[in-house]
């Protein structure tokens, strides 16, 4: 263990707590020592102090809240509160080989799960050959109708994902969901990015980091690379590509502005769009500009209110028949939730199989469905060592923890498993990866730090050009000692993620 300053923040050393650790593991003598590519990190680390650090991760917090880097956290029957995700100010790091793995895996994924969508939607031979069940896709709450038969621009279903990945015991990376629809998060990577170059600036100087300020760039040129216009020279205005958001009351509104704003291009909400002759235009103080591409951070259910729910706000008046058309593209495409529906999760292994005929390179974490009769009983016998999901729920919502679950509880989701046994899945507690994290002391006033757990969203762009990964993601990290949870919407924070050259 490097030699820390006497007050410094690792002046007790470092417990890893019998966990796989990011940052540490125990030598051949047992003692705990950094791993090699943290060796220089850590021993920079080590000649801090605790209040230097804590001003530090206050300085951070606080300019977060003033740039507005916030989101909304909803709760049952209380008023909503307007937050900040935490930011811890010690780094996570990857070397250049292990993310090379992560990111052929995440590559590999991402195409077969196109792949699939593409034929959920037109000739269906998966499900005729019986590798996804017919009825689990065809009950699936995302799966729409409407869309089937309807073709896409390159046959591209899927622009913009967020895989979520963990590491158990062994190290080995795992996949523990797919985010298809409006994954996000990706602006807290690029704001986590430009806090700790400001703050904690000398961190960078030896290591070699990636960049991530790229990442708005691509998927701008992904976006207009979808445009129906694109073939058409000297199409008026050129490609119109505009952010559409369910407005300031959503959870993750600043992002979307965020993310309109680095691409420059408009941010809208549904009223300031309308559908004429199928196609879309926006309302300007100069008159109408037809729109070609739509970011869309609005679920499908309230796109159109003629084609999905009547009464909603959010979304335009005959949007989808302008898509039907082909005079419009959204990303992600109409239709994608599918494919991260928790029940097909447990069979992406053998997507990737049937439609690449390669083996995946990034595990799932074994996972039961319920409606399997064999899978129900195991999972009724076994509740209170599992966790349970709801098939379509995020967040950290509609779940139970089988391990710190009371009676209770565990009777309450044995009740509703039975009922709706579709909408449940189950998997074993994984005993996720810790990272050195800065915890406070009592008064606030100094810290040290402790392993917390942490699990790593990844973001992928798929475009015209091909499929690529930002170096890095959003590196999530349950705050509260011994929680498993890691949601922004449960009390968990966040870290930069650095992937060296």
């Given at each position: ?31 705990v020592v ?29 300019s ?16 909503s ?7 811890d ?8 080989d ?7 895996g ?13 034929d ?21 709450r ?55 170059t ?9 290591l ?17 690379g ?28 600043f ?31 100069t ?11 609005i ?29 419009v ?13 928790k029940?097909?999760?447990r ?37 209170e060592?599992?966790v ?44 996720l ?17 402790q ?51």
């Amino acid at each position: 263990m490097p030699q820390s300053a006497p007050g410094g923040v690792l002046r007790d050393g470092y417990d890893t707590g019998g966990f796989y650790d990011e940052a540490f593991e125990r030598g051949s003598d047992g003692v705990v020592v950094p791993r090699a590519h943290y060796a220089e990190l850590v021993a920079q680390i080590a000649s801090m102090d605790g209040p230097e650090v804590r001003r530090a991760t206050e300085l951070a917090n606080r300019s977060f809240l003033h740039r507005g880097v916030t989101f909304t956290v909803y709760s049952e029957g209380e008023q909503s509160a307007e937050r900040i995700l935490p930011f811890d100010p010690i780094p996570r790091i990857l070397p250049a080989d292990e993310w090379a793995v992560v990111e052929a895996g995440l590559r590999q994924r991402i195409q077969a799960l196109n792949r699939f969508l593409h034929d959920v939607y037109h000739g269906q031979e998966i499900l005729r050959d019986g590798i996804v069940p017919r009825r689990l896709v065809v009950l699936a709450r995302d799966f729409r109708r409407e869309v089937v038969g309807i073709d896409v621009p390159d046959d591209q279903y899927i622009h913009v994902a967020g895989c979520d990945l963990i590491r158990g015991d062994d190290g080995r990376w795992m996949v523990l969901e797919d985010n298809l629809r409006t994954p996000s998060g990706v602006s807290y990577v690029l704001a986590n990015r430009q806090i700790m170059t400001r703050t904690l600036p000398d961190w960078f100087a030896e290591l070699g980091v990636r960049s991530v300020d790229s990442y708005a760039g691509q998927l701008l040129d992904n976006l207009v690379g979808l445009s129906p216009r694109r073939a058409v020279p000297g199409a008026a205005g050129g490609p119109g590509v505009v952010v559409l958001t369910p407005g300031i009351y959503n959870s993750a509104y600043f992002e979307h502005a965020f993310l309109a704003q680095q691409m420059g291009v408009e941010l809208v909400e549904g009223r300031d769009l309308f559908v004429l002759e199928n196609r879309v235009y926006m309302r300007t103080t100069t008159g109408r500009r037809q729109v070609d591409v739509i970011y869309r951070r609005i679920d499908d259910e309230f796109l159109d209110p003629l084609a999905f729910r009547s009464e909603s706000m959010l979304g335009v008046a005959g949007l989808l028949g302008a898509v039907r058309t082909g005079n419009v593209t959204l990303a992600n495409a109409i239709g994608t939730g599918v494919a991260d529906d928790k029940v097909v999760y447990r069979y992406v292994p053998e997507i990737i199989r049937y439609y690449l005929g390669e083996e995946p390179i990034l595990d799932n974490v074994p996972t039961y469905l319920p409606s399997d009769p064999e899978h129900l009983d195991h999972v009724l016998r076994n509740l209170e060592s599992l966790v349970v999901k709801q098939a379509n729920a995020s967040g950290g919502y509609g779940m139970l923890m089988g391990p710190s679950a009371d009676e209770d509880e565990l009777e309450d989701f044995r009740s509703r498993i039975v009922a709706n046994p579709r909408d449940y899945i189950a998997q074993p507690v994984i005993p996720l990866s810790r990272h050195p994290t800065f915890v406070p002391d009592e008064r606030g006033e100094s810290g040290t730090l402790q392993g917390r757990h942490v699990d790593l969203r990844p973001y992928v762009l798929s475009g015209p050009d091909g499929i690529s990964v930002l170096p890095g993601g959003l590196t999530r990290v349950a705050l509260v000692r011994g929680s498993l949870v890691v949601n922004s919407s449960q009390g968990g924070g966040s870290k930069d993620t650095w992937v060296l050259q």
